[in-house]
């Protein structure tokens, strides 16, 4: 007896639970990305760009770099630059060699 009161009482809280995720609604909004940078080689990166970070850090050498293109157009270049003490700083310019804050 005590087995079958048990059996009922679990198929009930089955079924309960079925019919609650029947009752949920499950939202999803897309989300746009940002920053999705590509990676691109140094000596790819344009003239104005090179000549920017070898006047403003000519002290640190390029690690990496990275180039991201906005709905309009328009690229942002990210420059990972590494010091003598193996210290990371990332910096981002314009496609004009302007450095961007």
Not at 13 to 32: I, L
Not at 81 to 100: C, F, I
Request: charged share 30%; net charge negative.
């Amino acid at each position: 007896m005590k087995k079958l009161f048990v059996a009922v009482a679990l198929v009930m809280g089955v079924g309960t639970s079925v019919a609650f995720a029947g009752n949920m609604s499950t939202n999803v909004c897309a989300v746009a990305s940002i920053n999705e940078f590509k990676p691109v080689d140094v000596k790819d990166l344009p003239q104005v760009v090179q000549e920017a970070i070898k006047k403003d850090y000519a002290d640190l050498l390029v690690k990496e770099a990275a180039v991201e293109e906005d709905e309009e157009g328009g690229k942002t270049y990210k420059v990972v630059l590494v010091n003598q003490d193996n210290e990371e700083s990332t910096v981002y310019y314009n496609e004009n060699g302007e450095e961007l804050k």
